[in-house]
């Protein structure tokens, strides 16, 4: 199994966040990717490859233009109004407030396009976020072109963001962006299968007017976990998406015995819907020592996620999402990798 990362995402180096009301040591740090990137390579699992440059216009495809013009601009905006280092955004458009016309100050733009304050942004960040997108759109055109699976080794990671704003790490939702390639290159139908312990607000809102993209998310329950606003069981969907969409919101310190369950049913879903490809959002913060997470998988438990997973049938891309367990990171990635490509033989 190829898989697919470039040095340039690791120049988005974030020092600190903000989480449960302080300022806190960033956990969504370079070394995530360094410790997976050696993991997959010390594994034998397939080469490590620099993605291709894509362009703009893939992002486009699912990015509002405003809103890349924003990512892009930052930098320059941020230090013309004689800040240095990481920003932070400290007031938003709520009910009863207007997002458009849209604020001139930096500020005004920052709360504008983002909805948490623990997601800090830098100098390096658009680029980062891009060079993390060709990694999923060259994974993606990997599978389509034949192979049965590929690794997109993203990072910073995607599926918080969403057309118009970003949040919970995620400047470019990677995996929407490679569905919407996939579908522009030919496909009728792709699922996006998100395993992340965190609901995957972004993609979920992207899709859910649509019928050819199935998003499914099992996560923690919203009620008790970010990112708290969207991912309850009754979201399924609207308009044409009626009943694309499958949330499955689990309690806090759900096991093996509990997740996978929800990982059955997501598959018949999946099964029925007959998609060309399937993508995994591939998040490895259910580990029963993630930081931030209160879930209870173990490291065996990604092994038979790998392998249930290839079992379906499908050409796979996975495309990785969250995980803060940093000593552990690379072998939970590893073990769902080859239990995949052990199944598949």
């Known amino acids: 199994m190829k898989t697919f990362f470039s040095e340039g995402q690791l120049a988005h180096n974030p020092t600190h966040e903000i989480s449960d009301g302080a300022l806190q040591p960033a956990v969504e740090i370079p070394a ?7 993991h997959v390579a010390a594994a034998g699992l397939g080469p490590v490859l620099a993605p291709d440059e894509f362009g703009l216009d893939p992002l486009k495809r699912v990015h509002d233009p405003a809103y890349l013009d924003f990512l892009a601009s930052f930098w320059t905006r941020w230090t013309n109004a004689g800040r240095s280092g990481e920003a932070f955004p400290f007031v938003w458009p709520v009910r009863g407030l207007r997002t458009e016309p849209a604020p001139d100050h930096i500020d005004g733009l920052l709360g504008r396009f983002s909805f948490d304050a623990g997601t ?9 976020a891009r060079d993390s997108a060709n990694a999923a759109l060259s994974a993606a055109r990997l599978v389509a072109g034949g192979e049965q699976a590929a690794f997109a080794l993203c990072r910073p990671p995607g599926h918080h963001a969403a057309a118009d704003y970003y949040g919970g790490y995620c400047f470019l939702n990677n995996a929407a ?15 996006v299968l998100d395993v992340d312990y965190h ?3 972004g993609t979920q809102s992207i899709f859910y007017e649509r019928a050819d ?34 949330n499955y919101p689990l309690e806090l310190g759900a096991d093996w015995t509990i997740w996978s369950a929800a990982l059955e049913a997501s598959l018949e879903r999946i099964a029925r819907h007959r998609p060309d490809t399937l993508i995994v959002s591939l998040g490895l913060d259910p580990y029963e020592r993630d930081p931030i997470s209160k879930f209870r998988l173990t490291s065996d ?24 367990a940093v000593d552990a990171l690379g072998v939970n990635c590893v073990n769902a990798l080859a239990g995949f490509a052990g199944q598949r033989g």
């Open 213 to 246: 993209v199935l998003f499914l998310s099992i996560h923690a329950d919203p009620r008790e976990e970010y990112p708290y606003f969207l991912g309850h069981a009754e979201e399924t969907g609207a308009g044409a998406g009626a009943g694309f969409t499958a």
């Open 301 to 324: 438990d990604f092994t038979r996620m790998g392998a249930r997973l290839a079992a379906a049938g499908l050409p796979t891309v996975f495309v990785m999402e969250g995980g803060y």
């Open 199 to 201: 609901h995957g607000n």
């Open 177 to 191: 962006i490679a569905a919407q390639w996939l579908i522009d290159a030919g496909a009728e139908r792709v699922a």
């Open 32 to 38: 995530r990717a360094e410790i997976v990137r050696d």
């Open 120 to 128: 800090p942004m830098g100098e390096h960040t658009f680029a980062a």
